[in-house]
């Protein structure tokens, strides 16, 4: 059986919360290519960004890193690139948003009853974190994570966010492989079980060759719902 994520596996050096600062060291690539981001455009934001949406909510959903033009620029994840379109049009279609996102931080957009987050919070040169940047992030992942006391569900948007997940819980990769709407039950430290799902990333990429298309990703969002809906005991 998987740990939980609040076990705190052993080499993990964790942070005081749940929150990198503006100038996290950690990952000396990234830091090298923030340093640049700030030199060239000043006005961006440049930083680790932070999550966004209610600590209380009931679901988590976790992106790979912000994108250079998107979060890296506005400070709000998945806000300002293409990505953005598709996740908030489906988050408000089944209820986790309110309000018009416009892709910009003063747009007023409102989540409910969901937060978003992302596997590495620093832009990676071509979005391509490498393997020793996820894990030295994972320790902010992991902190998100139990931080949120009323979590019950987790999407991941693509593969090695799926992967960094399954690592948070100390969870087998072998035996929670990799599937678009696949859904798996991660145990929490109080007893809880985590329905984890996932999902192909929304990216440009992804929707333009038909890997993933607005129905296969809306679909994802219908079994969240309705699993928080429906198949959890109702809250007294
Ligand atoms: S990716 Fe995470 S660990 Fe690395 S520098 Fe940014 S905030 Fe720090």
Same mark, same amino acid.
Not at 27 to 54: I, K, M
Not at 102 to 128: M, Y
Not at 155 to 181: M, N, Q, W
């Given at each position: 059986?998987?740990? &939980? !994520?609040?076990?705190? =596996?052993?080499?993990?050096?964790?942070?005081?919360?749940?929150?990198?600062?503006?100038? +996290?060291?950690?990952?000396?690539?990234?830091?090298?290519?923030?340093?640049?981001?700030?030199?060239?455009? /000043?006005?961006?934001?440049?930083? /680790?960004?932070?999550?966004?949406?209610?600590?209380?909510? *009931?679901?988590?959903?976790?992106?790979?890193?912000?994108?250079?033009?998107?979060?890296?620029?506005?400070?709000?994840?998945?806000?300002?690139?293409?990505?953005?379109?598709?996740?908030?049009?489906?988050?408000?279609?089944?209820?986790?948003? #309110?309000?018009?996102?416009?892709?910009?931080?003063?747009?007023?957009?409102? @989540? &409910?009853? +969901? %937060?978003?987050? #992302?596997?590495?919070?620093?832009?990676? =040169?071509?979005?391509?974190?490498?393997?020793?940047?996820? $894990?030295? +992030?994972?320790?902010? @992942? *992991?902190?998100?994570? $139990?931080?949120?006391?009323?979590?019950? $569900?987790? !999407?991941?948007?693509?593969?090695?966010?799926?992967?960094? !997940?399954?690592?948070?819980?100390?969870?087998?990769?072998?035996?929670?492989?990799?599937?678009?709407?696949?859904?798996?039950?991660? =145990?929490?430290?109080?007893?809880?079980?985590?329905?984890?799902?996932?999902?192909?990333?929304?990216?440009?990429?992804?929707?333009?060759?038909?890997?993933?298309?607005?129905?296969?990703?809306? #679909?994802?969002?219908?079994?969240? %719902?309705?699993?928080?809906?429906?198949?959890?005991?109702?809250?007294?």
């Amino acid at each position: 059986m998987a740990r &939980s !994520v609040a076990s705190k =596996p052993a080499g993990y050096d964790w942070p005081d919360s749940g929150k990198p600062g503006r100038d +996290c060291p950690r990952c000396p690539r990234l830091v090298a290519y923030r340093q640049e981001c700030r030199a060239a455009h /000043p006005d961006w934001f440049n930083a /680790p960004v932070p999550s966004f949406g209610p600590l209380s909510a *009931q679901l988590l959903i976790v992106g790979l890193a912000p994108g250079v033009m998107g979060a890296n620029r506005t400070g709000r994840p998945f806000t300002g690139d293409f990505a953005g379109d598709l996740l908030y049009e489906t988050l408000s279609r089944y209820g986790f948003a #309110n309000g018009k996102f416009d892709a910009r931080l003063d747009d007023g957009l409102v @989540l &409910s009853d +969901c %937060r978003i987050t #992302n596997a590495v919070r620093c832009v990676p =040169p071509e979005n391509k974190p490498l393997p020793i940047e996820i $894990a030295t +992030c994972r320790p902010f @992942l *992991q902190e998100t994570i $139990a931080e949120m006391t009323r979590l019950r $569900a987790i !999407v991941a948007l693509g593969a090695i966010a799926h992967a960094s !997940v399954l690592t948070a819980f100390a969870a087998r990769k072998s035996v929670h492989p990799f599937k678009h709407a696949g859904k798996y039950d991660l =145990p929490f430290a109080d007893g809880r079980n985590i329905a984890f799902f996932s999902s192909y990333h929304c990216s440009r990429y992804n929707t333009n060759t038909g890997v993933l298309t607005t129905e296969m990703f809306r #679909n994802v969002f219908a079994k969240v %719902r309705d699993f928080l809906d429906n198949q959890l005991p109702k809250r007294k």
